[in-house]
């Protein structure tokens, strides 16, 4: 119990305070305004809006008949629908809020601050939020007494199971949070070389990359990959966004912040570089 407790706790750090705390360091940092994190948080409730409206409506079309379909057929069609419709949507949402809102948003900080904001609201309102309402569930039902308790037997095996669950599972689904939340920001950059190169193949580069992230997630999710597996493909994925960001310049913003904290910790009037060997006094 207490290493799941631990792992739960860790899983919650990352994905609920990481976000807000990426925020934070933005607006500190870089400058972006909670304004502009904002729009990346809307734009994910348009798209969630959006995407719930048209598997509702395929939904129907399956119960009425007017698509004939297996229920096997029909769990597959939702899942690829699902991955489908939220790359395409997130793109092309984020795509027409850098261009038609009148705030000047294709800069890279803009940028920054848009993907953090919507991977902060998927991490947050998809992950972060149940799993603090269960953990909160687990902790106030942890010593029932299954011949006493007035809730139902059916909520009490449900709860006994949670405790059974193994401790890595919680860690391995934040790791897979923060591919996800490094990928909205990867493609929100792509989407701004929309703007900054004048070309619109770098909205099919940003559909890419949703399409192939979250596929390989879900899909492999699905197929009850291995969790040691899952935990590697999530690191791979990572590092392939991090090489996209480097290749597109994206990392230098970030870079110079830290260097200037770094900077910022060397005492005024010391030399910052190494002093020169040759004009030391040898006296």
Do not use: C
């Not at 597959?76 to 009148?102: C, E, F, H, P």
């Not at 492999?220 to 291995?226: E, K, P, R, V």
């Not at 690191?235 to 991090?242: E, P, T, Y």
């Amino acid at each position: 119990m207490l290493l799941l407790s631990v792992s739960i706790v860790v899983a919650l750090l990352i994905t609920i305070a990481f976000p807000i705390a990426a925020g934070f360091w933005l607006k500190r940092k870089l400058g972006v305004s909670w304004r502009v994190i904002s729009y990346g948080l809307l734009g994910y409730f348009i798209v969630q809006s959006l995407l719930s409206l048209l598997l509702n409506g395929t939904a129907t079309l399956v119960d009425n008949g007017t698509i004939p379909i297996s229920e096997q057929g029909f769990i597959i069609l939702q899942l690829v629908l699902s991955v489908l419709l939220a790359a395409v949507l997130g793109v092309l949402i984020r795509w027409m809020g850098m261009k038609y809102l009148t705030e000047k948003l294709d800069t890279l900080e803009a940028a920054y601050g848009i993907g953090v904001g919507y991977g902060g609201a998927e991490s947050i309102l998809l992950v972060g939020l149940p799993l603090l309402m269960t953990f909160i569930s687990m902790l106030s039902n942890m010593n029932i007494d299954p011949q006493t308790t007035t809730l139902d037997p059916g909520v009490v095996a449900q709860l006994e199971e949670l405790w059974q669950v193994p401790f890595y599972f919680p860690l391995a689904g934040s790791l897979e949070r923060i591919a996800a939340f490094v990928m909205h920001i990867t493609v929100t950059v792509l989407i701004l070389q929309v703007f900054k190169r004048k070309n619109a193949i770098w909205i099919a580069a940003a559909l890419g990359v949703e399409l192939v992230v979250n596929g390989l997630i879900i899909g492999l999710a699905q197929l009850g990959l291995d969790y040691g597996w899952v935990i590697l493909l999530t690191i791979l994925l990572m590092a392939a966004n991090g090489y996209i960001l480097y290749r597109l310049d994206a990392l230098k913003l970030i870079v110079n912040s830290f260097q200037k904290n770094v900077d910022g910790l060397i005492p005024e009037g010391m030399n910052k570089e190494y002093p020169d060997s040759s004009s030391a006094d040898m006296n």
